[in-house]
């Protein structure tokens, strides 16, 4: 399952930082995260040395790593100065491995920032990866719930915390590639959200104050103008921390 991405969370971090406006770690977190931590319980863990000899030993050998593309290429370059790096880990390893992180971080004063970190992941964008001619939603579940079976095993993660988002699509007959003659009653065609549409079902799901500003709890949104056209836009809405939604 490719398109599953795996996130570890630090809410202490957040607490006692000023990550505020970012979800990345400082270089100094990252480092400490790394070095101290991560991988030691990584060569505990494993304890092998064929396997060990490929995974980087330090973070410092790690951003050499990221950037050595770049660095020995070409003046003329195409690709970006950091390449994500990628290092299987098999799934035997992944339970104690994690275990040992935590016990890690709770034993050592000097790491209280890492403390209850958690794991998240999560697949977004996967329409193409299930969706089919004559499908209907309970087969296109049945595909997704498959692949997801053969890539986590529920023992390891708490099902009241996971959630599958199913969202309904419209779209258009009528299409037009560049070189298609479209005849005359037909008319290439994509739909869009008008701006007052969604603004108006944003409003269902607001409570207002009395002076029309958002009432504590209510859900926010973020809007996505599309091509810079005026009428009309993309909305993403959210729960916040304390409110009814979450």
């Given at each position: 399952?490719?398109?599953?991405?795996?996130?570890?969370?630090?809410?202490?971090?957040?607490?006692?930082?000023?990550?505020?406006?970012?979800?990345?770690?400082?270089?100094?977190?990252?480092?400490?995260?790394?070095?101290?931590?991560?991988?030691?319980s990584?060569?505990?863990?494993?304890d092998?040395?064929?396997?060990?000899?490929?995974?980087?030993?330090?973070?410092?050998?790690?951003?050499?790593?990221?950037?050595?593309?770049?660095?020995?290429?070409?003046?003329?370059?195409?690709?970006?100065?950091?390449?994500?790096?990628?290092?299987?880990?098999?799934?035997q390893?992944?339970?104690?491995?994690?275990?040992?992180?935590?016990?890690?971080?709770?034993?050592?004063?000097?790491?209280?920032?890492?403390?209850?970190?958690?794991?998240?992941?999560?697949?977004?964008?996967?329409?193409?990866?299930?969706?089919?001619?004559?499908?209907?939603?309970?087969?296109?579940?049945?595909?997704?719930?498959?692949?997801?079976?053969?890539?986590?095993?529920?023992?390891?993660?708490?099902?009241?915390?996971?959630?599958?988002?199913?969202?309904?699509?419209?779209?258009?007959?009528?299409?037009?590639?560049?070189?298609?003659?479209?005849?005359?009653?037909?008319?290439?065609?994509?739909?869009?959200?008008?701006?007052?549409?969604?603004?108006?079902?944003?409003?269902?799901?607001?409570?207002?104050?009395?002076?029309?500003?958002?009432?504590?709890?209510?859900?926010?949104?973020?809007?996505?103008?599309?091509?810079?056209m005026?009428?009309t836009?993309?909305?993403?809405?959210?729960?916040?921390?304390?409110?009814?939604?979450?």
């Amino acid at each position: 399952m490719d398109e599953l991405l795996m996130f570890v969370f630090f809410p202490s971090l957040h607490k006692a930082s000023d990550y505020k406006h970012s979800t990345y770690l400082s270089k100094n977190d990252q480092q400490l995260w790394l070095d101290a931590i991560v991988i030691p319980s990584i060569y505990k863990v494993v304890d092998s040395s064929n396997i060990l000899e490929h995974y980087p030993a330090s973070s410092c050998i790690a951003d050499l790593n990221s950037t050595a593309v770049s660095a020995e290429g070409l003046a003329l370059k195409e690709l970006a100065r950091e390449q994500l790096l990628k290092h299987a880990i098999q799934p035997q390893y992944l339970d104690p491995l994690w275990t040992l992180i935590l016990e890690t971080v709770d034993e050592n004063p000097g790491f209280h920032r890492f403390r209850g970190a958690m794991l998240f992941m999560h697949s977004k964008n996967t329409k193409l990866e299930f969706m089919g001619a004559g499908i209907g939603m309970t087969e296109m579940y049945d595909r997704w719930q498959r692949r997801w079976s053969d890539a986590t095993n529920e023992q390891f993660y708490n099902k009241d915390w996971a959630f599958v988002d199913l969202a309904k699509q419209t779209t258009s007959g009528d299409t037009a590639l560049p070189y298609n003659t479209v005849p005359d009653d037909h008319e290439a065609e994509v739909y869009l959200w008008k701006t007052c549409c969604l603004k108006a079902y944003q409003r269902t799901r607001t409570t207002l104050n009395i002076n029309g500003s958002w009432a504590k709890g209510s859900p926010r949104g973020t809007t996505y103008p599309w091509a810079t056209m005026r009428d009309t836009m993309g909305l993403t809405m959210f729960a916040t921390p304390q409110g009814k939604e979450a």
